[in-house]
């Protein structure tokens, strides 16, 4: 009797660093940190995914001189493939244009939350990192993306505002959400050492107040070469590559490529997105 074939074992997917950019309020430059670590990962040889997360005010193709025809909306109404909506940047960074508005994206039924894990687990190729691109402040979007990415870079200013802002948020999502590792980014910074003495502020306040761990990862300084990159709408490490401000992005992706990366199911991507979508059933209240 024939011994049936045996089956060649199963290899998992390689782990994805997932990393949500985020800020307590906005005018941080948060969406030109997406843009440019992506492209400094990009052209690292890393195989890099950057998601619009600003599901009511999608801005990164707007940074990146891109003109999207179709959304994630069209993903969700079955009317496109993921692929399809996908767009891909001169460095090689595979962009995925915002929903037209956060409410939709927050009431998904069980079979759209289904749809979208399983169009992008079913993307061709493989993926090192994806980064999304938050909303600024504290909505329930920018909760879920924080709450379900492996890691979490809060960019903040050398400013009150954005002090007292990015402690809220800290606050927000440690207490209500069980996040407790943030990884920070001074922005914007006009002299060196500068960045330092904003993160110590922030930390000082943390320490005292919440069970966090924050991590300095660095600065980026203020660039005039970053802002012409801006409005030129390309990423300053195309525009301008031997800057100071493109070198600063250089550097912080190879901190980045450090960041550990969890193995088995919470490294996938999928993983990720059902987390993302999942949503916690509405309590019973009982009326007295």
């Given at each position: 009797?024939?011994?049936?074939?045996?089956r060649a074992?199963?290899?998992?997917p390689?782990p994805?660093?997932v990393i949500?950019v985020?800020g307590?309020?906005?005018?941080t430059?948060?969406?030109?940190v997406?843009v440019?670590?992506?492209?400094?990962?990009?052209?690292a040889g890393?195989?890099?995914?950057?998601?619009d997360g600003?599901?009511?005010l999608a801005?990164?193709d707007?940074?990146?001189g891109?003109t999207p025809r179709c959304?994630?909306e069209?993903?969700?109404?079955?009317d496109?493939?993921?692929?399809?909506?996908?767009?891909e940047?001169?460095?090689?960074?595979?962009?995925?244009?915002?929903?037209?508005?956060?409410?939709r994206?927050?009431?998904?039924?069980a079979?759209e939350?289904a749809?979208?894990?399983?169009?992008?687990?079913t993307l061709?190729?493989s993926l090192?990192?994806l980064?999304?691109?938050t909303?600024?402040?504290?909505?329930?979007?920018?909760?879920?993306?924080?709450?379900?990415?492996?890691?979490?870079?809060?960019v903040?200013r050398?400013?009150?505002?954005?002090l007292?802002d990015?402690?809220?948020?800290?606050?927000?999502?440690s207490r209500?959400?069980?996040v407790?590792?943030f990884?920070?980014?001074a922005n914007?910074?006009?002299h060196?050492?500068?960045g330092?003495?904003?993160f110590?502020?922030?930390?000082?306040v943390?320490?005292?107040y919440?069970?966090?761990a924050l991590d300095?990862v660095g600065?980026?300084p203020?660039?005039?070469a970053l802002?012409r990159s801006v409005?030129?709408?390309r990423?300053?490490l195309?525009?301008f590559?031997s800057c100071?401000a493109?070198?600063a992005f250089?550097r912080?992706a190879g901190v980045?490529?450090?960041?550990?990366t969890p193995?088995?199911?919470s490294g996938?991507?999928e993983f990720f997105?059902e987390?993302m979508?999942?949503?916690?059933?509405?309590?019973?209240?009982?009326?007295?």
């Amino acid at each position: 009797m024939q011994q049936p074939e045996a089956r060649a074992p199963e290899i998992a997917p390689p782990p994805v660093q997932v990393i949500a950019v985020t800020g307590g309020k906005g005018g941080t430059g948060k969406t030109a940190v997406s843009v440019n670590l992506a492209t400094a990962f990009a052209r690292a040889g890393r195989t890099t995914m950057l998601l619009d997360g600003d599901l009511g005010l999608a801005n990164v193709d707007v940074l990146l001189g891109l003109t999207p025809r179709c959304t994630l909306e069209q993903v969700l109404s079955g009317d496109r493939r993921l692929e399809e909506v996908i767009l891909e940047t001169s460095a090689g960074v595979r962009v995925v244009p915002a929903a037209s508005g956060v409410a939709r994206m927050a009431a998904l039924s069980a079979s759209e939350q289904a749809a979208i894990v399983h169009a992008f687990s079913t993307l061709p190729g493989s993926l090192d990192v994806l980064i999304v691109d938050t909303a600024a402040g504290i909505s329930e979007s920018v909760l879920q993306f924080c709450q379900s990415a492996q890691q979490v870079l809060v960019v903040l200013r050398d400013e009150p505002t954005s002090l007292t802002d990015t402690y809220a948020l800290i606050k927000v999502l440690s207490r209500g959400r069980g996040v407790r590792n943030f990884r920070v980014l001074a922005n914007m910074i006009r002299h060196s050492g500068q960045g330092q003495s904003v993160f110590r502020r922030l930390q000082r306040v943390t320490d005292r107040y919440l069970e966090v761990a924050l991590d300095y990862v660095g600065e980026i300084p203020e660039d005039s070469a970053l802002q012409r990159s801006v409005q030129a709408q390309r990423p300053v490490l195309d525009a301008f590559p031997s800057c100071p401000a493109a070198r600063a992005f250089s550097r912080l992706a190879g901190v980045a490529r450090c960041w550990p990366t969890p193995e088995g199911p919470s490294g996938r991507l999928e993983f990720f997105l059902e987390r993302m979508l999942r949503r916690t059933p509405p309590r019973l209240t009982v009326l007295k």
